[in-house]
């Protein structure tokens, strides 16, 4: 039997799950998810803000055939159908829309409105997908304000899988590599229409256009159009679009949810949303704005920690290695690892090893690089310091939260510590929020690795576990509040769990106590929150009962007060009550200048007074007036982005725009 062998793209095709093209719905959100975050990287590595405008188009499959240049024809045989009903499950069918018809006229009935329409969003959702008849199809455009790319490279960047600028040890979003090559290998699959690429690089007088897909058995680019467009108006950037089989009422939600926390961890992009329906009435937009205009700086590639190196990666460095002596290899391919430490290290390996043996020596002796592997696990060496990492900050962490909840009060917390699991770094940072108006009773929890928001597989996941684990009632949070946990994790390595690569692990101790530490240290923040407006609340309480009280109080002492005007007038008593009132508050109620409504005024003035004089005391002993104020950043009104002189004033300062 003769050997056969199999590409790259002829794998991941046959393998679509494993990096998430598990169905059509799926497919379809994988295929936006790459693409927006393509643009965002692009975007972000040369330092602009980020603007992602996505347009997802419905196609039916009348409108696709015409695309393909097929007839429309109609159907002879229906029982040939998934969709065939016969008569007995049609009068069942029927019988059941009309008892759910029955359900909703009953509910109105009793001005059960909520109700109504939850039973009435129920029968439409189930209608409208007994309407579609076949697969739907889709476009997908998505266009960014990045780097752009290069002309020649094109073809390879989109046409061949397992090539790209990702391939080292660096903080990525991406978690195969594959990116647009996926959605490339699903539309060659799905619908077969090649993909369209628009792209312009700074200062480029053209615009490189391309039509191209994959060649599924050579992994390579199979170039249907390629061409130079005058680029007249100095555009900049990449739009990519595909055309593609998908279930968008399926994945809906997870795909606005998507952008939705694409926007809470990247609040200095914004992203504008087009959903078009062949239905114009069921098409919608959104836009998710930006709040700040703080970007984390870069991820840098770093080298390898020793604790961190296998045999594999030891053969790989070999074989890209430049050094020429043992001593400059460790010095120059591995972390912590200085000349006077390699000196001692290749005394330690024995005497095969010498400090001035040319690298390629070791090829192929597996018996010297296992002896270097061990050595490597066994040693002592300086951890990590992170310094290659670029976590999204607690300030943008809590802009974004505050952009899309609108909570009552949040608080955000980063481990002041860099971690380390199996020689890799990796930063922690957590935000809690409590009420919102879009979110729902109990725990939220909201997941990011490398910036990207995690949807699936939540219950096995490290955040889940932990957050679930943590007693919020000590904490002043009960269970029906409205409270969303956020955790964002960022490493050179991901420690995921699972093909599809969606969730970490709740059994790695090390991510276990990080995760842990810095949700607690933000419901720490929060229960000090909460207990400074319970007490206000409190304050409030006591505040309104006074005020409540104060006309029957003032009644009453004016009647005293009128009764013993009364008794001054007999003789034997006017000396005596003469003397006690020093302040002549009887001479005030005998001039009309004091009554029960002046009184009852000056009480609720004296109240209000004390009350602010608290609320100052209150500020001057937590420091408020000498705290340093976080910076603001306030949307312009128009579209222009050019910004002119900056004017300084005590509170804040104004940038002009031309």
């Given at each position: 039997?003769?050997?056969?062998?199999?590409?790259?793209?002829?794998?991941?095709?046959?393998?679509k799950?494993?990096?998430?093209?598990?169905?059509?719905?799926?497919?379809?959100?994988?295929?936006?998810?790459?693409?927006?975050?393509?643009?965002?990287?692009?975007?972000?590595?040369?330092?602009?803000?980020?603007?992602?405008?996505?347009?997802?188009?419905?196609?039916?499959?009348?409108?696709?055939?015409?695309?393909m240049?097929?007839?429309?024809?109609?159907?002879?045989?229906?029982a040939?159908?998934?969709?065939?009903?016969?008569?007995?499950?049609?009068?069942?069918?029927?019988?059941?829309?009309?008892?759910?018809?029955?359900?909703?006229?009953?509910?109105?009935?009793?001005?059960?409105?909520?109700?109504?329409?939850?039973?009435?969003?129920?029968?439409?959702?189930?209608?409208?997908?007994?309407?579609?008849?076949?697969?739907?199809?889709?476009?997908?455009v998505?266009?960014?304000?990045?780097?752009?790319?290069?002309?020649?490279?094109?073809?390879?960047?989109?046409?061949?899988?397992?090539?790209?600028?990702?391939?080292?040890?660096?903080?990525?979003?991406?978690?195969f590599?594959?990116?647009?090559?996926?959605?490339l290998?699903?539309?060659?699959?799905?619908?077969?229409?090649?993909?369209?690429?628009?792209?312009?690089?700074?200062?480029?007088?053209?615009?490189?256009?391309?039509?191209?897909?994959?060649d599924?058995?050579?992994?390579?680019?199979?170039?249907?159009?390629?061409?130079k467009?005058?680029?007249?108006?100095?555009?900049?950037?990449?739009?990519?679009?595909?055309?593609?089989?998908?279930?968008?009422?399926?994945?809906?939600?997870?795909?606005?949810?998507?952008?939705?926390?694409?926007?809470?961890?990247?609040?200095?992009?914004?992203?504008?949303?087009?959903?078009?329906?062949?239905?114009?009435?069921?098409?919608?937009?959104?836009?998710?704005?930006?709040?700040?205009?703080?970007?984390?700086?870069?991820?840098?590639?770093?080298?390898?920690?020793?604790?961190?190196?296998?045999?594999?990666?030891?053969?790989?460095?070999?074989?890209?290695?430049?050094?020429?002596?043992?001593?400059?290899?460790?010095?120059?391919?591995?972390?912590?690892?200085?000349?006077?430490?390699?000196?001692?290290l290749?005394?330690?390996?024995?005497?095969?090893?010498?400090?001035?043996?040319?690298?390629?020596?070791?090829?192929?002796?597996?018996?010297?690089?296992?002896r270097?592997?061990?050595?490597?696990?066994?040693a002592?060496?300086?951890?990590?310091?992170?310094?290659?990492?670029?976590?999204?900050?607690?300030?943008?962490?809590?802009?974004?939260?505050?952009?899309?909840?609108?909570?009552?009060?949040?608080?955000?917390?980063r481990?002041?510590?860099?971690?380390?699991?199996?020689?890799h770094?990796?930063?922690?940072?957590?935000?809690?929020?409590?009420g919102?108006?879009?979110?729902k009773?109990?725990?939220?929890?909201?997941?990011?690795?490398?910036?990207?928001?995690?949807?699936?597989?939540?219950?096995?996941?490290?955040?889940?576990?932990?957050?679930n684990?943590?007693?919020?009632?000590?904490?002043?949070?009960?269970?029906?509040?409205?409270?969303?946990?956020?955790v964002?994790?960022?490493?050179?390595?991901?420690?995921?769990?699972?093909?599809?690569?969606?969730?970490?692990?709740?059994?790695i101790?090390?991510?276990?106590?990080?995760?842990?530490?810095?949700?607690?240290?933000?419901?720490?923040?929060?229960?000090k929150?909460?207990?400074?407006?319970?007490a206000?609340?409190?304050?409030?309480?006591?505040?309104g009962?006074?005020?409540?009280?104060?006309?029957?109080?003032?009644?009453?002492?004016?009647?005293?007060?009128?009764?013993?005007?009364?008794?001054?007038?007999?003789?034997?008593?006017?000396?005596?009550?003469?003397?006690?009132?020093?302040?002549?508050?009887?001479?005030?109620?005998?001039?009309?200048?004091?009554?029960?409504?002046?009184?009852?005024?000056?009480?609720?003035?004296?109240?209000?007074?004390?009350?602010?004089?608290?609320a100052?005391?209150?500020?001057?002993?937590?420091?408020?007036?000498?705290?340093?104020?976080?910076?603001?950043?306030?949307?312009?009104?128009?579209?222009?982005?050019?910004?002119?002189?900056?004017?300084?004033?005590?509170?804040?300062?104004?940038?002009?725009?031309?």
């Open positions: 039997m003769a050997l056969k062998q199999r590409s790259p793209a002829e794998f991941f095709a046959e393998n799950n494993i990096a998430g093209f598990d169905n059509p719905g799926k497919s379809l959100y994988t295929t936006v998810r790459e693409l927006v975050e393509n643009g965002v990287d692009s975007a972000e590595g040369i330092g602009c803000l980020p603007w992602i405008q996505v347009t997802v188009e419905e196609i039916s499959k009348t409108r696709f055939n015409t695309i240049g097929l007839d429309d024809f109609e159907r002879t045989d229906e040939l159908y998934h969709d065939f009903e016969t008569k007995k499950q049609k009068d069942r069918r029927e019988a059941k829309e009309a008892m759910e018809q029955e359900k909703i006229r009953i509910l109105e009935e009793k001005q059960n409105l909520k109700g109504a329409e939850a039973a009435k969003a129920t029968f439409a959702k189930s209608a409208s997908a007994r309407k579609r008849k076949g697969t739907m199809y889709y476009k997908v998505v266009k960014d304000n990045g780097s752009g790319m290069s002309h020649e490279h094109i073809p390879d960047m989109l046409g061949k899988v397992l090539s790209g600028t990702k391939y080292s040890l660096k903080q990525t979003r991406g978690k590599g594959l990116g647009a090559k996926m959605a290998i699903w539309s060659k699959m799905s619908t077969g229409l090649p993909f369209t690429i628009m792209s312009a690089q700074e200062k480029k007088k053209y615009i490189s256009h391309y039509v191209l897909d994959i599924m058995y050579k992994n390579v680019p199979h170039i249907h159009k390629e061409e467009l005058p680029n007249d108006k100095a555009w900049r950037g990449s739009e990519i679009a595909v055309t593609i089989e998908g279930d968008w009422i399926a994945y809906r939600a997870r795909l606005l949810s998507y952008l939705r926390q694409m926007a809470v961890i990247t609040p200095y992009a914004q992203f504008d949303f087009h959903f078009l329906s062949e239905d114009p009435e069921k098409s919608f937009g959104y836009t998710f704005k930006r709040r700040t205009d703080t970007i984390p700086d870069p991820p840098k590639e770093t080298k390898y920690h020793p604790s961190a190196v296998d045999l594999m990666v030891f053969e790989q460095l070999l074989s890209h290695s430049k050094s020429n002596t043992l001593v400059k290899f460790l010095q120059n391919e591995f972390l912590s690892i200085n000349k006077t430490y390699a000196e001692r290749i005394a330690e390996m024995g005497p095969d090893f010498d400090p001035l043996m040319h690298p390629s020596e070791l090829k192929g002796r597996k018996d010297m690089l296992v270097m592997q061990q050595l490597f696990k066994e002592k060496f300086s951890l990590p310091d992170g310094s290659c990492l670029s976590p999204v900050g607690e300030y943008n962490l809590r802009l974004g939260i505050i952009k899309e909840l609108d909570p009552d009060m949040v608080s955000t917390y481990l002041p510590q860099v971690q380390v699991f199996e020689g770094p990796f930063i922690v940072e957590a935000g809690v929020s409590v919102g108006k879009t979110v009773p109990g725990l939220n929890i909201y997941r990011f690795a490398n910036r990207i928001p995690l949807l699936f597989e939540k219950g096995g996941d490290v955040v889940t576990r932990v957050a684990s943590i007693s919020w009632g000590n904490y002043k949070i009960t269970k029906d509040d409205r409270v969303g946990v956020f964002s994790v960022v490493s050179t390595r991901i420690p995921y769990k699972g093909a599809g690569k969606e969730y970490i692990g709740a059994d101790k090390e991510y276990v106590c990080a995760v842990k530490q810095a949700i607690q240290g933000c419901a720490v923040q929060l229960s929150k909460i207990s400074r407006k319970d206000a609340k409190a304050a409030q309480e006591r505040k009962k006074l005020v409540k009280y104060i006309p029957d109080v003032s009644r009453a002492i004016v009647t005293m007060l009128s009764n013993i005007l009364k008794d001054s007038e007999q003789p034997e008593k006017k000396r005596r009550i003469t003397s006690l009132d020093a302040g002549g508050i009887l001479g005030q109620l005998q001039k009309k200048e004091l009554s029960e409504a002046i009184l009852s005024k000056k009480l609720v003035q004296h109240v209000q007074q004390i009350d602010v004089e608290l100052l005391e209150y500020a001057a002993q937590t420091g408020m007036a000498s705290k340093r104020k976080s910076d603001a950043f306030i949307n312009p009104t128009t579209a222009s982005q050019v910004l002119g002189p900056e004017l300084h004033a005590s509170k804040c300062v104004i940038r002009l725009l031309h």
